[in-house]
């Protein structure tokens, strides 16, 4: 721009001008016959020249707005993929049938919606509750999703969404044995051995609220509620999610004192913990889908128990 000025400057310093014919609209520069200009094109190129700076500094307002902040949602939505960290062991909310190694459940269609929603393919990446979360910390996946609740332990590391439904813990035991459990308390005696999966709530839980019990821990994929199937543990205590579709899907187990579910687990997806921007996205598609009936439907379809 600058070298356009000083160009148009030298020319009228090395002349003046000579003849303007109004019909032709010709400007002659005197001093040089060969400078000739027409009277449209020089004011054309004059306008474009100052109209240059305007255009530079709108430059941003008149693209296309690039965001300036760095967040999986706009990387998700470049890339045109989610990743979704699933375990597949906990029915009915991620599984997997034997020798199967597609994913089904609650969670995985919930997944499909929040990647339609997105506009996005769904990319499943298996996972387990031992390193779900170093495998969220890592980028190996945007979110995780399934069927996790919240924790203050979990808090501390990862963020957690605002909850889609509210669960609770309740014991599981061999149908033929039920008539041995009247309460919690008969089961917290050193006699009792629980079967718990390493990594989990509900290992937690049973370290805490039943400590007279011996505890047998298992490595993912084995489950508690298997040990108990297995006749190798006399319980298992899971939530009410679980226990509400293994007793229906496997008629040796049966799901104890429902009506005494303990401690409040309200449901929730986990995603990275300093990106807020995915987080403040994922709240709101949950309350919108909430609020339409998308997660009741979900769960009805499912078999889903929650807490009241």
């Known amino acids: 721009m600058r070298a356009f000025f000083d160009e148009f400057r030298s020319l009228f310093r090395w002349g003046t001008v000579n003849a303007f014919e109004a ?19 020089l004011f054309a190129g004059l306008a474009a020249a ?19 902040t760095k ?16 375990t597949g062991d906990y029915y009915p909310m991620t599984f997997r049938e034997p020798g199967s190694d597609q994913f089904k459940g609650h969670q995985v269609d919930a997944a499909e919606e929040l990647a339609k929603d997105l506009g996005v ?4 990446v298996a996972t387990d509750w031992k390193t779900i979360i170093t495998g969220l910390q890592a980028g190996k ?31 599981i ?19 009792r051995t629980a079967g718990v999966t390493l990594g989990t709530t509900m290992e937690d839980y049973i370290r805490a609220e039943l400590p007279n019990a011996q505890m047998k821990r298992v490595e993912a994929p084995g489950t508690g509620w298997q040990e108990v199937l297995a006749g190798r543990v006399d319980y298992t205590v899971t939530t009410l999610i679980e226990a ?6 496997y008629k040796d187990l049966e799901m104890v004192f429902p009506n005494q579910a303990r401690s409040s687990l309200p449901m929730a997806f986990l995603a990275p913990i300093e990106d ?20 009741d439907g979900l769960n009805k379809k499912w078999a889903v128990v929650l807490k009241q």
């Open 121 to 124: 393919k769904l990319e499943i």
């Open 173 to 191: 035991v061999l149908r033929k044995n039920a008539a041995q459990y009247t309460s919690w308390d008969d089961l917290n005696k050193a006699e």
């Open 23 to 41: 019909d032709a609209g010709w400007l002659t520069i005197k001093g040089d016959s060969r400078m000739i200009f027409h009277r449209r094109a």
């Open 141 to 171: 996946y945007d979110i995780a999703m399934s069927g996790t609740s919240m924790s203050l332990a979990r808090a501390k590391v990862v963020a957690l969404t605002d909850p889609w439904g509210l669960n609770g813990f309740v014991p």
């Open 50 to 68: 100052l109209a240059l700076p305007l255009m530079l500094s709108a430059g941003p307002q008149a693209q296309a707005q690039e965001p300036k």
């Open 276 to 295: 807020t921007v995915w987080l403040n996205y994922l709240n709101k598609w949950i309350f919108l889908k909430k609020t339409a009936g998308y997660f």
């Open 71 to 86: 967040s999986l949602l706009f990387d998700v939505q470049q890339r045109g993929v989610l990743k979704v960290g699933m």
């Open 244 to 249: 509400s579709g293994l007793q229906e899907r």
